[in-house]
């Protein structure tokens, strides 16, 4: 299959992580994988992937809105409700299926299945490392300064980072950007939440350094849509949650670009 390493990585995290806050008293989780053939409507050749659990499993009504962004049966600040969109996001942008099945009391199976590419590994490679050059991501000097209140969105974001070729500072306050950005780091993109707690949204904070430093590419996420209003006077990209890593990519393409048009937004 064609797929990113770290966008690959990150699915199976997010599903293994939902395993095993389903298992608060413990139990096993199964990771499993084989090619197989399909017939009847969508047939063709798959990889298929699946993470099973032996937890609690899960209702009907909540098995239908498990894929739906910031959903969660979580506590408040124990999850973020955008691990298993990602989940989603990452199959359905490689032509693939996903589906569910699970049983209160005897546990939780997710089954991904994704097409088999016929390309050879080193030639997938290679078209890789082409795809890549003359990209910002591919400059591996870059160094993002994440602000993000939330750190399980935190850790989430700064994986398909990393997997871009980036180094992560993460600070979960205004403060703490605007004093990393008056030391002497070579901080080279800021990447912000738009909604933070507090008299100072993301939005404030970048505009805020945009007044003291013109020149550092400035990009802003959010799952909140429509944008709150006042976004469309400014010129900072915009992006929606969930994304995959191939949009946080083009959006990040987009905000080391020297013209940016005012309220760009990359939908995931």
Do not use: W
């Not at 990771?31 to 298929?48: L, S, W, Y």
């Not at 550092?216 to 900072?236: C, K």
């Amino acid at each position: 299959m064609d797929a990113d390493p770290g966008e690959m990585e990150l699915a199976i995290v997010n599903l293994c992580v939902n395993a095993r806050d389903a298992m608060p008293a413990g139990g096993l989780i199964t990771i499993a994988a084989d090619n197989i053939c399909t017939e009847g409507e969508g047939a063709g050749e798959f990889v298929r992937i699946s993470v099973s659990d032996t937890g609690i499993g899960m209702p009907p009504e909540v098995q239908a809105r498990m894929f739906e962004p910031f959903f969660t049966t979580k506590e408040i600040h124990k999850g973020s409700g955008l691990g298993l969109p990602q989940v989603y996001g990452f199959v359905q942008q490689r032509l693939g299926r996903v589906s569910i099945k699970s049983a209160v009391g005897l546990g939780t199976a997710v089954t991904l299945l994704l097409p088999r590419s016929r390309r050879s590994s080193a030639v997938a490679s290679a078209d890789a490392a082409h795809q890549a050059d003359g990209s910002a991501r591919d400059d591996r000097r870059k160094h993002v300064l994440l602000v993000e209140d939330d750190h399980e969105v935190a850790a989430l974001t700064r994986e398909p980072l990393t997997s871009l070729g980036f180094s992560v500072s993460h600070v979960a306050s205004r403060e703490a950007a605007l004093g990393i950005l008056m030391q002497p780091h070579e901080i080279g993109i800021v990447v912000t939440d738009l909604m933070m707690p507090g008299p100072v949204n993301g939005l404030q904070l970048a505009r805020e350094i945009r007044k003291r430093q013109p020149a550092l590419p400035i990009l802003l996420t959010t799952g909140r849509v429509p944008a709150p209003a006042g976004m469309e006077y400014d010129a900072f990209p915009l992006l929606l949650k969930p994304y995959s890593a191939d949009s946080l990519a083009r959006a990040l393409d987009l905000a080391f670009a020297t013209d940016v048009a005012p309220m760009a937004v990359v939908l995931r």
